[in-house]
């Protein structure tokens, strides 16, 4: 079945910078990739994701690239903002859509003010 | 607002009793799921059901059990709560959309305690 490594597990940020975090997967059949943000004491909740017949797509300081070579996809958020930290999770879709998404472990993102 | 809502939202229970945490949704969606959320570990599925009639083990079924008593309702149970089950459960849901593209929306989730 599909599997999904999440890396880095924390990552803290000075206000402003960049954060990318980075995902890998499985299962070549996989063909959806969603990114959840869980902020303290809240629900996940769908921030962007991204198809396996799309490189990249951005909204507006967020984006998310997939290398369906590699079997990794990230996202990246550039411009940092305090609200911007919470834990991100990462996740995959085998194929069919008949199976449940697989998470990553999550990553604790700290945007440092 | 349609919304997908658990109870209780705290729950603090002793080694061996029965638990039963509800979810319900008012969002039409035919796919529900059980997760269970653990620091460090993520979000880990515990069961889910596709339909009314529908129930798939998940990654850690074992000591839980659930029941779809309609489409809007799904209910996870332990049948004798122990320690190791104490963690943050969240219920999701999802509808169903060509080529499985489909945003999961969660519960506000429920603490649970096993002393």
């Known amino acids: 079945g599909e599997n999904v490594e999440q890396h880095p597990s924390t990552l803290s940020v000075q206000e402003g910078d960049s954060a990318v975090i980075k995902c890998t997967y499985s299962d070549s059949a996989s063909n959806y990739f969603p990114w959840y943000k869980q902020e303290l004491g809240k629900r996940p909740q769908l921030i962007i994701d991204?198809?396996?017949?799309?490189g990249e797509k951005k909204d507006q300081r967020i984006a998310v690239t997939l290398n369906k070579t590699a079997k990794h996809f990230s996202l990246h958020i550039t411009e940092t903002q305090p609200e911007d930290s919470a834990v991100y999770f990462c996740?995959?879709?085998?194929?069919?859509?008949?199976?449940?998404?697989?998470f990553g472990k999550g990553t604790r993102l700290s945007v440092i003010a | 607002d349609a919304d997908v809502t658990q109870t209780p939202r705290n729950r603090i229970t002793k080694t061996g009793k029965r638990i039963m945490l509800e979810c319900s949704q008012t969002k039409g969606h035919d796919r529900m799921y059980w997760y269970r959320q653990d620091p460090g570990l993520g979000l880990r599925l515990i069961y889910y059901?596709?339909?009314?009639?529908?129930?798939n083990k998940g990654e850690i079924s074992d000591g839980y059990s659930v029941s779809r008593q309609a489409q809007a309702k799904f209910s996870l149970s332990l049948e004798s709560a122990i320690p190791n089950q104490t963690a943050l459960y969240f219920c999701?849901?999802?509808?169903?959309?060509?080529?499985?593209?489909?945003?999961?929306?969660f519960g506000p989730g429920t603490r649970l305690t096993v002393l």
């Open positions: 059901s596709f339909d009314v009639k529908d129930i």
């Open positions: 991204i198809r396996s017949n799309v």
């Open positions: 999701a849901t999802s509808d169903l959309r060509p080529g499985g593209y489909n945003e999961q929306f």
């Open positions: 996740a995959a879709r085998p194929y069919s859509g008949n199976t449940p998404l697989v």
